[in-house]
């Protein structure tokens, strides 16, 4: 098995998780190659970021209304993309022992869409970024993962996680620290990450909520995906088959054509009775059929 096998077997085998994770590194890939193209040629109608990013700016945003969906699988920078998948994959298991594939999905993206929009409510309404908002950009999965970490974390508060130098940590303190890190990461210049990171925590939180008494607020993400996966999935092609008497059994055979004699001969006699325009277009095909 060549390379390319064993990444589609492990895609096609791997849950809801690892195809999260290679969609993400593959856009990362492609776009890494185009983005070398496009600065060395001076393709800047090709440059990925305005076609892929979040836009602080909301007459941008009009005209690049996608862009809150496709940033939550944008990355530039590599250590970027790492931290973040590496995350994805330690917390999205954990989420994955007590919801299921379609749950994770949901949370994130409906993660990243609070995260874009508490990004897009600070910049606009926090005078602090006033002098930002022409020029600045959200990318990255961020958001969303800090939804999964939130509600993983609600979900089972006391379970230990072991990490390098500190040891052994609940998971709701690992929660807490995410959050409190970027609170206080508010004023630097990745402001607006920090923001996309506390809209996807507090998406994570009602989550979380919102499932302890039985109710779904991600359910209208669900639902989306579910109608566009219903609309790109090709349909089966309907086969249709074709009655050849030579392959009955002889048995058979006389059955069958005793029972269509018998068909034919019910629908003559009506044509006796009330005319060949009395007959249901079920019985005019079966007497065309016949002739």
Known sequence: MNFTDNLKETFTRGNVVIKIIYINV???VVIAFLNVFTKLFNLYFLDTSYWFSVPAN???LLTHFWTPITYMFYHEGFMHILFNMLMLFWFGRIFLMYYSEKQLV???VFGGLVGALIYFLGYNFIPYYENRVY???L?????SIMAIILASAMKVPNMELQLLLIG???LIWIAVASVLISFFGLPSEN???ELAHLGGALAGYLFYSFESQGKDITLFVTKTIDFFVNILRPRPKIKTTRFNPSKMAPEQYNQHKAKKSKEIDQILDKIK???YDSLTSEEKKKLFEQK
């Open 26 to 28: 593959a856009l990362f």
């Open 58 to 60: 909301q007459n941008s």
């Open 273 to 275: 009775s009330s005319g």
């Open 191 to 193: 402001g607006g990450g």
């Open 139 to 143: 990318m990255g999965a961020s958001g």
């Open 106 to 108: 949901a949370v994130y």
């Open 135 to 137: 020029h600045s950009i």
């Open 168 to 170: 052994r940590v609940k």
